[in-house]
């Protein structure tokens, strides 16, 4: 074997399968927890990087809220309306590529992103951004310049907070910098997408068609947190809006069939009772057949009350952990009315892919009214599939046509004579409000078929029945981390990532996959045997695929071969209690381990992580950081390991005290 690649599989860490020391080889490396965009993500990538995954789904197909069933003859998607991005190039389509799927499916640029009905208003919002902001001054030229300048304010937000995509990881003086190299994400970091509009135009009914895509993201503009709803507008104009040939269900498909090639596997019908923990650390899962599937790591795409609730249970977790959670509020819910029917769109003379019809001008007057169940005011989304040119849903000469408008899971009574007479009533009045632009549908209905977040919860257990995540409030912008205080469990979803849709998701499953291929780094060298094992499984030609994307992904040098010796250094300044301090600081006195443990939820390992060949953590930090030629002196390792968290706390927490001064840690020498 070449030495180049000896060398990196030996000294990365990021190989596939790779065992720390001290391990014995698990039957699988990863277990999936669910087959949302986040764990397919996740399950396919890890799988192409070599890790042996096993993704459990306990419905009987893959996909969650991205995929599809079948009524008399029709087809229809679940949840899907459209993706943000996918196409080379964009940061989507990179995932795709990395996963292997981009040649597995098909995607349709939609033309038109989206027709506005208000009060007086009818306005069509073309694909692009040119052609988005011509189309704008056109309809309101005395606000052009307002326009442009809030289309800049989005193009500036979407661009910086792009590159703050590695957050989790970043090191304390980047952080620090974030005010002056992202300062549109600064700017409008506790703004509502309300206080963007007021801020460049004055219209109502321009604000209100600029703003219109909240119905995509959850809370109306005065309550969304701008970061999300100026970002996601910025990705559908110049990322595009794009329709999956065959409806989402073959993007679900397409990562679970690569997952399969690379010799993983995925159960459907399999529901897991619990993720196995000892000592801090996750050793598997227990199915609700009782089979115990040991691994080394688990990748939750559970909701984060499904996970930490009831499969990992409150004992496994840091006391008081669980009270982030009781702060955070799921997203609303949606209702769906799925319709077959007889004729085309052409009969309304409809060539939309989708419309938005508003009673009102006032979305916060909307939302209200849609999530006390009163609907006297709504927003409803109608989307025609069978207007891209896609033959997968409707017979000739019928098309398909999905209703979908916002509620609360709260509201639906749990008597079953109850909650059909509320289905039916509500159901009813969308099929009304429908009327209002397509005159006479009823007519045309040969199936129909109604969802509400009940039904959606059925499917998939999630909370509150939301394909949202949490609610995108500017309060609830830090979301959850991809890693969790609970050694090698990872999440990945619409919980994680503060964005929106089945994009973000993905791109969640990314973050995923990349903090395990760190983790195993960070537990050591492989051995020998591991080793072996790793050559054992995976051809030598796929072995060069994987290192060269590991290296991509954690950022090492391409060339191992030319890699220079490390050179020696005078050893840094000793910030260590238990090695002697030359700094002009005294060492830290390292008191509240239980704080950090019990309250704030850090396992030991995420401080004493392992060391190659040695299973247990080092007796000191000084024993490595302070060697010759060390990756990371000890001053750098120490203030990267705690300063770096304490500031994640306080950015988070603004009643947080975390000390992040040095002289809130250290005593100055005298």
Same mark, same amino acid.
């Given at each position: ?7 990196? %599989?030996?000294?990365? @860490?990021?190989?596939?399968?790779? @065992?720390?020391? $001290? ?11 669910? /087959? +949302?965009?986040g ?7 890890? /799988? ?20 599809s069933?079948?009524r ?7 949840? %899907?309306? =459209? ?7 964009? =940061?989507? $389509?990179?995932?795709?590529?990395a ?6 499916v ?39 310049? +307002? ?23 970043r090191?304390? %003086?980047?952080?620090l ?19 963007? %509009?007021?801020?460049?135009?004055q ?14 993201? *959850?809370?109306?503009?005065? #309550? ?26 073959a ?17 459907? +019908? ?10 801090g650390?996750?050793?598997g ?5 009782? =089979? ?5 790591? !688990?990748?939750?795409n ?10 990992? *249970?409150?004992? #496994?977790?840091?006391?008081g ?11 609303? $819910? ?19 892919h ?17 999530? /006390?169940?009163?609907?006297?005011d709504a ?14 849903y409707?017979?000739? *000469?019928k098309?398909v046509?999905? @209703? ?7 509201t ?19 099929m009304?409000?429908?009327?209002r632009?397509?005159?006479?549908? /009823? ?17 998939? @257990? ?12 500017? #309060? ?12 090698g469990l990872?999440?990945?979803?619409a919980?994680?990532?503060?964005g ?32 072996q094992?790793i050559?054992?499984? !995976? ?11 590991? =290296? ?18 005078? !050893? ?17 006195m ?28 080092p007796?000191?930090?000084a ?11 000890l001053?750098?390792a ?33």
């Amino acid at each position: 074997m070449p030495r180049r690649l000896l060398f990196t %599989l030996a000294a990365l @860490l990021a190989a596939p399968g790779a @065992l720390a020391a $001290g391990d014995k080889p698990e039957p699988f490396d990863v277990v999936v927890v669910g /087959s +949302g965009m986040g764990g397919l993500s996740a399950g396919a990538l890890l /799988s192409s990087y070599g890790f042996h995954v096993l993704l459990l789904e306990q419905h009987h197909k893959v996909g969650g809220c991205t995929s599809s069933f079948e009524r008399g003859g029709f087809r229809f998607d679940t949840a %899907l309306h =459209e993706m943000l991005g996918g196409a080379p190039g964009t =940061e989507l $389509g990179e995932v795709l590529h990395a996963a292997g799927v981009d040649e597995k499916v098909d995607l349709i640029r939609i033309p038109v992103l989206y027709r506005s009905i208000f009060p007086d208003v009818d306005f069509t919002m073309p694909a692009d951004r040119a052609a988005a902001e011509a189309a704008l001054c056109v309809r309101w030229p005395e606000e052009c310049s +307002g326009i442009h300048a809030f289309h800049e304010e989005m193009r500036a937000v979407a661009e910086q907070s792009s590159e703050l995509t590695d957050m989790q990881r970043r090191s304390s %003086l980047s952080k620090l910098l974030i005010p002056i190299q992202q300062p549109a994400v600064v700017r409008n970091l506790r703004a509502d997408l309300q206080d963007v %509009l007021d801020r460049y135009v004055q219209d109502e009914a321009l604000k209100a068609v600029l703003g219109q895509l909240w119905i995509y993201y *959850g809370p109306p503009p005065a #309550e969304l947190w701008a970061v999300i709803g100026l970002s996601a507008n910025h990705g559908y104009l110049t990322d595009g809006a794009w329709h999956i040939r065959g409806s989402s269900q073959a993007l679900a498909d397409a990562y679970a069939e690569r997952i399969v090639e690379l010799g993983g596997e995925v159960r459907t +019908g399999v529901r897991v009772a619990a993720i196995e923990v000892e000592a801090g650390r996750v050793r598997g899962v227990t199915t609700a057949d009782g =089979e115990r599937i040991p691994s080394r790591y !688990v990748v939750s795409n559970a909701d984060p009350w499904q996970t930490f609730e009831r499969l990992v *249970g409150e004992a #496994e977790l840091p006391p008081g952990w669980l009270k982030r959670l009781d702060r955070m509020e799921p997203a609303n $819910g949606l209702m769906a009315v799925y319709l077959g029917l007889d004729t085309e769109p052409s009969t309304w003379g409809v060539r939309d892919h989708e419309i938005f019809y508003n009673t009102t001008l006032d979305a916060e007057r909307a939302y209200t009214s849609m999530m /006390s169940g009163a609907y006297d005011d709504a927003v409803l989304t109608l989307t025609f599939y069978t207007n891209l040119g896609d033959d997968f849903y409707a017979p000739p *000469g019928k098309s398909v046509l999905v @209703l979908n408008t916002y509620t609360d899971i709260r509201t639906w009574p749990a008597d079953r004579a109850a909650y059909a007479a509320e289905k039916e009533r509500v159901a009813g009045r969308m099929m009304e409000l429908a009327e209002r632009v397509l005159p006479g549908l /009823s007519r045309h209905v040969e199936v129909m078929e109604v969802a509400t977040p009940r039904t959606l919860q059925s499917f998939t @257990l999630v909370q509150a029945g939301t394909p949202y995540g949490f609610d995108r409030t500017p #309060e609830q912008w830090a979301f959850l981390p991809n890693h969790s205080p609970i050694d090698g469990l990872f999440l990945a979803g619409a919980w994680t990532t503060p964005g929106h849709g089945v994009g973000t998701a993905q791109l969640s499953g990314r973050e995923a996959a990349r903090q395990v291929l760190e983790r195993e780094r960070a537990r050591g060298l492989i051995d020998g045997e591991a080793l072996q094992a790793i050559l054992d499984r !995976v051809p030598v030609d796929r072995l060069r695929e994987v290192v060269a994307q590991a =290296e991509a992904y954690v950022g090492l040098p391409t060339d191992a071969d030319s890699r220079p010796e490390p050179t020696p250094r005078p !050893v840094g300044p000793v910030l260590d209690a238990t090695s002697g301090a030359t700094s002009r600081y005294l060492p830290v006195m390292f008191h509240s381990h239980a704080a950090h443990t019990d309250e704030y939820g850090v396992a030991c390992v995420d401080c004493h992580h392992l060391v190659a060949g040695n299973p247990s953590p080092p007796a000191s930090c000084a024993s490595c950081h302070d060697q010759e030629g060390a990756h990371l002196d000890l001053p750098d390792a120490s203030h990267r390991t705690c300063r770096g968290c304490h500031l994640d706390e306080r950015e988070a927490d603004a009643r947080s005290q975390a000390p992040v001064a040095c002289l809130e840690c250290h005593e100055e020498r005298r």
